[in-house]
């Protein structure tokens, strides 16, 4: 899968990248909102992971800008899990709601299951 | 409150009126009198005039019948006529008798000596004589004693007879105009006195409807000014009459009416203090509600951060751990991990001790231990130990100072200094300058820490010293940081009596300022002092 990962936390980004790219996905990394969203305008991308505390351009801004123009798979990662955030999100067009901190394995497994859905 | 009037109005014109009336009838009963008495005086007068005038009627006619029969005897020579001389002549006796007492005048008393002489030497001389010579038919005889003045003395006392009569009646008359004049007079003075009755009498009323108009003028201005609750000065009146009782009554009423709107214009301000006090007390209770909601606002929202914090390098260190035990790894792989798993374990230890460390400060149990200490030695030994890290970067030092000790924590303050000058160097590009500059004037010292690298946006100032507050711009994710630094400092100097400030020009670098007090004169620098 041609997956965008939006996160301002180098570390994070790094943790996710080196535990997707091992199972055969493809990775492009955003440093922030506003990145985020051109980096989905210049790819083709089957999967959006975004943060939801970003610099510039919060996660749920990129999600609603995205779903203006597209029907992408988006995942939410935020260490915000109280419900109002998760509804926020749901609300925004996220398909699914990822707390930090995960499980790398249980990612893996998230991800299959929204690729088999898609296919 | 109300009793008898001593001097009621009523009274006052009962009396008025029955004055009135008293003089009225006096003055008509005088009048009266004074008439009757004049019309009697009047009337004697008149029936002695008249009887006056019979008298002297009387005197006339037996003159004239004595004197005309005598001349009738001589010229017929008749026995009837003599004898009707002698009666006339006792009538005119009897007539000279009656006037005797009238005679009032001298003319008249004359008149009555002359007729009494007249009659006497008429008949005692003249007639014996005449009857002798008629007699004897001795006619010249008769001429000559008729001659000798009897004829002249005769008609000169019918004249003066006359004449006497002609002058009663003049009087009569003249008595009747004055009686007339009299009475005219009489009905003048009546008039007058009519008139000056009711004048008078129309005064006192007057005067005493004016003794009542101007004071009930006054109590009505009064009572009008205090129904639109203005303050009322009325004298009482000292009278003893139907007014002096509605004064007295108006007085006390007033008196009553102006105590009460006291007590209640002092009871409308204490009530009116009263509610001020409550509705002070209401906006206190709203703002100290607000104070709270806002409090807890912040804590939902600081509990919501420092979760978000906590749980950043939280996910890496389970994400890491996690895929070095599932995963077969090739040994740089490893070592990556483990740096990383120990820089975000760091990390969050900061993040803690960050935290508890401000959480004391703000609840009031930091204390400072202040010596006397110098910055200049402090800061040294800062820029000594970040520079290991930072081979990068350029120091600079400047001392202007005049005064170097201060009252100070050496521990707290290194803390600061550190944080600055970290931050410098985590801002500025490499080969960027970090400059310190020392200086003070009479009250305090002056600390800047200059650095060439972003600068802070003017908007994001303010909030520079709130906890977990990031500028946000990615360029500084990347260099960490717990976000709790400058709140931190902040706390420390003001603890320290001092302020913290910044200045910066985006895109040119930030000047961090310390202005911390100096020691008062005299006072021992080294004197430990606690403060929160």
């Known amino acids: 899968m041609n997956i965008l990962i939006a996160d301002d936390e180098e570390v994070l980004r790094m943790l996710i990248v080196d ?101 | 409150m109300i009793t008898g009037f001593r001097k009621s109005i009523r009274k006052q014109f009962l009396f008025i009126m029955l004055a009135m009336l008293f003089l009225l009838m006096m003055g008509a009963a005088a009048a009266y009198l004074i008439g009757e008495q004049l019309t009697e005086g009047y009337k004697e007068k008149r029936k002695a005039m008249n009887e006056k005038v019979q008298t002297v009627r009387f005197v006339e006619s037996s003159f004239k019948n004595t004197v005309f029969s005598m001349r009738g005897y001589i010229a017929f020579e008749n026995e009837k006529e003599l004898q009707q001389a002698y009666d006339s002549s006792r009538d005119l006796q009897r007539a000279i008798r009656e006037f005797e007492p009238l005679a009032s005048s001298s003319r008249e008393k004359k008149l009555f000596t002359e007729l009494a002489d007249f009659r006497r030497l008429y008949m005692n001389h003249v007639v014996p004589k005449a009857t002798v010579f008629v007699k004897d038919g001795d006619h010249e005889s008769i001429h000559q004693l008729w001659a000798s003045g009897v004829t002249d003395s005769v008609n000169f006392l019918i004249k003066e007879i006359e004449a006497e009569r002609a002058g009663l009646n003049e009087s009569i008359d003249l008595q009747y105009q004055q009686f007339l004049e009299q009475t005219k007079k009489l009905n003048i003075f009546t008039a007058i006195y009519v008139v000056f009755v009711l004048v008078v009498t129309s005064g006192a009323v007057w005067v005493l ?31 003893r009459d139907e007014l002096g009782v509605l004064s007295t009554a108006f007085v006390h009423m007033a008196r009553t009416i102006q105590e009460r709107e006291h007590d209640l214009t002092a009871h409308n301000e204490e009530l009116v203090m009263q509610q001020e006090e409550l509705e002070r007390m209401l906006a206190e209770t709203e703002k100290m509600k607000n104070r709270l909601l806002e409090l807890d606002r912040l804590k939902s929202e600081l509990v919501s951060t420092v979760s978000h914090e906590l749980r950043t390098p939280l996910a890496s260190i389970l994400g890491f751990t996690e895929l070095m035990m599932k995963r077969s790894l090739g040994e740089e792989k490893q070592k990556k991990y483990l740096t990383t798993i120990h820089q975000e374990a760091l990390r ?20 400072c231990s202040f010596e006397r200490v110098d910055p200049k030695l402090l800061i040294e030994r800062v820029i000594e130990a970040v520079s290991h890290t930072a081979h990068h970067h350029h120091f600079q030092l400047v001392d202007e100072r005049s005064q170097k000790w201060l009252n100070g924590d050496e521990e707290r303050l290194i803390q600061v200094f550190t944080n600055l000058i970290s931050n410098a160097v985590k801002f500025s590009p490499k080969g960027g300058m970090i400059a310190v500059h020392l200086e003070n004037d009479a009250h305090n010292m002056i600390i800047n820490v200059k650095d060439e690298g972003l600068g802070i946006p003017a ?21 960490g940081g717990t976000g709790l630094g400058l709140a931190i400092c902040k706390e420390i100097i003001e603890a320290h009596g001092g302020e913290i400030m910044i200045s910066s020009e985006y895109g040119k670098g930030s000047v961090f300022s310390i202005v911390l007090p100096l020691p008062a004169e005299g006072q021992q620098a080294d004197h430990k002092t606690e403060a929160n």
């Not at chain 1, 991308?45 to 975004?50: I, T």
């Not at chain 1, 995205?66 to 749901?90: F, G």
């Not at chain 1, 249980?106 to 859905?117: C, M, N, R, S, V």
Request: overall charge negative; proline content about 3%; glycine content about 6%.
């Open chain 2, 209 to 239: 409807f004016r003794r009542i108009g101007h004071p009930l003028q006054e109590l009505t201005t009064a009572a009008e000014k205090l129904a639109a609750g203005h303050e009322v000065q009325i004298r009482q009146l000292k009278r």
């Open chain 2, 459 to 479: 908007a994001e100032i303010p909030h520079l010293f709130k906890k977990f507050h990031r500028i946000d711009n990615s360029d500084r994710r990347k260099i």
């Open chain 2, 348 to 367: 969050l230890t900061n993040l803690v001790n960050d935290f508890l460390d401000l959480q004391r400060m703000e609840s009031g149990a930091f204390i």
């Open chain 1, 19 to 119: 535990t997707l790219e091992e199972e055969g996905h493809v990775l492009t990394e955003a440093v922030d909102g506003k990145d985020a969203i051109e980096q989905f305008q210049e790819g083709k991308f089957d999967l959006l992971l975004v943060d939801y505390m970003m610099p510039r351009m919060t996660g749920i801004e990129v999600i609603r800008q995205v779903r203006e123009t597209s029907k992408v798979k988006i995942v939410m990662l935020t260490a915000k899990t109280q419900e109002k955030d998760v509804e926020e999100a749901k609300e925004a067009g996220a398909d699914f709601v990822f707390p930090k901190p995960f499980s790398p394995f249980k990612l893996i497994e998230l991800i299959e299951e929204l690729d088999g859905e898609q296919k």
